[in-house]
């Protein structure tokens, strides 16, 4: 059982940064892949980025692909969303999300554990 935290949302303005957290508590995170996910109104929730349980490996999704970087800290049982050069559109609530092996799905069923989402609104 894994639980998850994330933190770091907020309001920016187009062009700004944003760090996302997402703290886990239980067993062995570092064997579980994580998995960034978001979700605007009306929308589905979409996959952001993924990292691998030894952080060698990430994915991104090809919108934030160049702006987003994703990265962990195993002894703190912590994943990190760095978010840069942020545009309207990446207005959503950021879920993350785990699963417990080495896979890392880009699709949310692949996935187990969820947090609870942090809201980002970026302004024009």
């Known amino acids: 059982q894994v639980q998850l935290v994330e933190s770091g949302g907020g309001f920016v303005q187009a062009g700004g940064s944003l760090r996302l957290s997402c703290a886990a508590s239980?067993?062995?995170?570092?064997?579980?892949?994580m998995g960034w996910f978001r979700q605007a109104p009306g929308k589905e929730r979409e996959f952001v980025g993924g990292?691998?349980?030894?952080?060698?490996?990430?994915y991104y999704a090809d919108s934030v692909k160049g702006r987003f970087t994703i990265s962990r800290d195993n002894a703190k049982n912590t994943v990190y969303l760095q978010m840069n050069s942020l545009e309207p559109e990446d207005t959503a609530v950021y879920y993350c999300?785990?699963?417990?092996?080495?896979?890392?799905?880009?699709?949310?069923?692949?996935?187990?554990?969820w947090g609870q989402g942090t809201q980002v609104t970026v302004s024009p």
């Open positions: 999300a785990a699963r417990a092996d080495w896979i890392v799905p880009i699709t949310r069923e692949g996935y187990k554990y």
């Open positions: 239980g067993r062995a995170f570092s064997r579980h892949s």
């Open positions: 990292i691998s349980w030894s952080g060698n490996s990430t």
